[in-house]
Nanobody, 123 residues
């Protein structure tokens, strides 16, 4: 059974940093694109970042220059380094994986999801 388990969320002050991890089990995702999405209070789920099987990346404009997505295929893990955090980054962050190897910002194209990890940024 495929599982994605996020960790690393928490409470941080504005301007601080957090590093989220997403550990996959049940199959290898070395040939799969992975992504991070988030859902803030009262908001719809939105794209944050994605990484292809060859480690090309893309980001939402709101996080570009502050967040970095990366992957370690040997550990079957994807990361999201978040710097210069803002209160508007407060959300539940979800890791996702897809069967395809090309990255995409569309959440409907992802096949597997984690349970989410809460990130709260205080002002």
């Amino acid at each position: 059974q495929v599982q994605l388990v996020e960790s690393g969320g928490g409470l941080v002050q504005a301007g601080g940093s957090l590093r989220l991890s997403c550990a996959a089990s049940g199959r290898t995702f070395s040939r799969s694109a992975m992504g991070w999405f988030r859902q803030g209070p009262g908001k719809e789920r939105e794209f944050v970042a994605s990484i292809s099987w060859s480690s090309t990346t893309s980001y939402a404009d709101s996080v570009k220059g502050r967040f970095t997505i990366s992957r370690d295929n040997a550990k079957n893990t994807v990361y999201l380094q978040m710097n210069s955090l803002k209160p508007e980054d407060t959300a539940v962050y979800y890791c996702a994986a897809r069967e395809g190897h090309l990255r995409t910002a569309s959440y409907t194209h992802y096949d597997y999801w984690g349970q989410g990890t809460q990130v709260t940024v205080s002002s």
